[in-house]
């Protein structure tokens, strides 16, 4: 059974759109998806990369072509209740250190599949802590108890942790991937690592 | 039978990589390659794009994985004889030109598959006239007459007028492939290319 270890945050269209095409590769193969929290805005800092949209600001034809790419993929995947967050960027620090509690908790999974309904199918400003906390109400979660984890040091310094072993390993975006300790980024080398499964 | 466009230039390892496995590609489907020179720079200049190692340069661990996708990509595809070029970057300015006069004269596939070589296999410095006048000899060509064209007003103005119809059909670099109307920019979306001829 292989094993990916799947870098994760929620800041991103292609976290949802990983995601989706990951869980389908789940049913469809004998292996463990991993998925490990961490803050892209953190990677961002420390390897001095920007998101896409900022590198190739003002590059003429770049962002059109991104756009054509990310309707293809979504197409391709029939990922059809994906929607655009008007809000973007949503900044991710809140609800991914919620990610980082239900790890700790043992729903890490369910916790991504309900929160990115909220960030990219019915997307909502899930920076500001009234819409998350109402967000995770109407997904059941005790948000209670997860507005209080958010604030907990444990769980500050383990986003943190996860984040600086991600660059260490060699991490400077999500969706990263590995899988036989080899490094596969972005949502376009999907099809590589379903290769790798079938054979 | 499909009709392939294939905007082209020598100055990346992407050219020489997708060019070899475009034309294996050629061998196994029923597909025309049409290559249209165009000048790497003049596009970066019209697009205000720029250079992967220019563009992330100073960015941790992205140009370490762009070297491990290239390698990737080399071993799949079995392109053992590429070599890196010690002179990168080489200004593809008068070869470039060389291709549009070859264009001109009918015989642009064995340009491009000759000039690679000096380029990616026995790389040379390509943009020094007296290299590029004896690596001519070397493949056969007429290096008087291609030397000549290099600065033939006509052949000037072919190039730039391809350049900028690439950049007004939604090109930003190399290589970039049109199919069915569709664009489809790097090395990395011939799996794709690939899929549409298999249908």
């Known amino acids: 059974m292989k094993k990916i270890d799947f870098y994760f945050d929620f800041a991103s269209p292609n976290a949802y759109l990983s995601h989706k095409v990951m869980q389908k590769i789940k049913e469809r193969y004998d292996v463990e998806l991993n998925y490990i929290p961490v803050l892209l805005g953190g990677i961002f ?10 590198q190739f600001f003002g590059v003429l034809n770049k962002n059109e072509y991104q756009g054509i790419e990310m309707e293809r993929f979504v197409q391709r995947h029939d990922l059809n209740l994906f929607k655009m967050n008007p809000h973007f960027p949503v900044i991710s620090l809140q609800i991914i250190r919620g990610a980082v509690a239900a790890d700790m908790d043992g729903y890490l999974e369910d916790y991504i599949d309900k929160v990115l309904i909220h960030m990219w199918e019915e997307p909502k400003k899930m920076d500001d802590p ?3 906390k109402s967000a995770f109400d109407e997904s059941g979660f005790d948000s209670e108890k997860l507005m209080n984890q958010m604030q907990d040091p444990e769980v500050k310094a383990k986003l943190i942790s996860n984040t600086e072993q991600a660059v260490e390993r060699g991490v400077f975006g999500i969706p990263t991937f590995f899988i036989d300790d080899q490094i596969y980024f ?3 080398t999907i099809w590589m690592i379903e290769e790798i499964l079938e054979s």
């Open 45 to 54: 800092k420390a390897t001095n990369n920007k998101p896409p949209m900022e």
């Open 130 to 132: 009234e819409v998350i």
């Open 186 to 188: 972005g949502k376009d």
